[in-house]
């Protein structure tokens, strides 16, 4: 028995073209229903020109000025403007000296291989930590009638807390002078790390309202590279140069004198360290 559904002869064939030669679906239209077709068409543009009815409210342009003045007005946007710079700055910085702080500090005594596990840790770390907080943000219990603001107060604290175990866990790298713990630290504290990218931007679009949401998205990453990984390396390498000045580095990417520089690894470290306690703000 066939059991598929029937259906009418007008669905069941196309309306916009046939493969039948000769065919032409306008041929089958008359000039009645073609009038009558111009006359609804009218009608419902008769409608839309028709002011709303009374008590009902009508949305005026926001203008990109009442955007920016929506955002920069709420103490918590800009408060998690600055605090995601920060903490895109550190990553950055990370990403762009890790490789040659990792050699300073005599781990790898090759490019390659401290490129190569600096660069796995970091990917390793991503790929755990941002499937990471959307899960803890998932089991943060609050009622579906709680204002914005109180989610938003709750999911800053969550964030607060996975930033300070990051820096817990990332400070002990900057002392070590085993492999394995500096290897570890750094993994498990950029996995903490990068737990928090899911809370910046759900807080983003909490603390503002909604109809400014897309624009506070915009400006929150304008803000995070004019304040954060553009500037951070070209610091970050002032600290560098300043603190550790034999670990100059050559037109070719090499340090021009490997063994100096490691003698001076406790600028190296500093420079790290610094650049962590960025989080803290």
């Not at 000769?22 to 006359?39: E, I, L, M, T």
């Not at 790929?127 to 109180?150: A, Q, R, S, W, Y």
């Not at 037109?251 to 600028?267: M, P, W, Y």
Request: glycine letters at 10%; a negative charge.
């Amino acid at each position: 028995t066939n059991t598929r559904p029937r259906c009418s002869k007008a669905l069941s064939e196309p309306l916009l073209g046939d493969n039948r030669e000769g065919f032409h679906p306008q041929d089958n239209v008359s000039d009645s229903n073609k009038s009558a077709g111009g006359r609804h068409a009218k009608r419902r543009l008769s409608r839309l020109a028709e002011p709303p009815p009374e008590g009902v409210k009508v949305a005026k342009n926001i203008t990109m000025a009442d955007e920016l003045v929506a955002c920069v007005s709420s103490l918590p946007f800009v408060s998690v403007v600055f605090s995601y710079a920060a903490y895109t700055a550190v990553l950055i910085s990370i990403s762009t000296f890790g490789s040659a702080f990792v050699m300073a500090l005599g781990f790898f005594n090759t490019e390659t291989s401290a490129a190569l596990v600096f660069g796995g840790i970091i990917s390793i770390a991503g790929v755990l930590g941002t499937p990471l907080g959307g899960f803890i943000i998932h089991n943060i219990k609050h009622g579906e009638d709680d204002p914005p603001m109180l989610v938003f107060s709750n999911y800053f604290r969550q964030l607060n807390r996975q930033i300070l175990l990051g820096i817990v866990l990332l400070v002990p790298m900057t002392f070590t002078g085993s492999t394995a713990i500096f290897v570890g630290s750094m993994l498990l504290g950029c996995v903490s790390l990068f737990t928090a990218t899911v809370f910046f931007n759900l807080g983003c679009m909490l603390c503002v309202p909604a109809e400014n949401r897309s624009f506070a998205v915009g400006l929150l990453t304008f803000g995070i590279h004019a304040m954060g990984d553009v500037p951070s390396p070209v610091i970050v390498g002032y600290l560098k140069d300043n603190l550790a000045p034999a670990c100059n580095i050559d037109g070719d990417g090499e340090f021009e004198d490997l063994d100096a520089c490691r003698k001076d690894s406790g600028g190296i470290q500093l420079t790290m360290l610094i650049t962590f306690s960025w989080l803290l703000w």
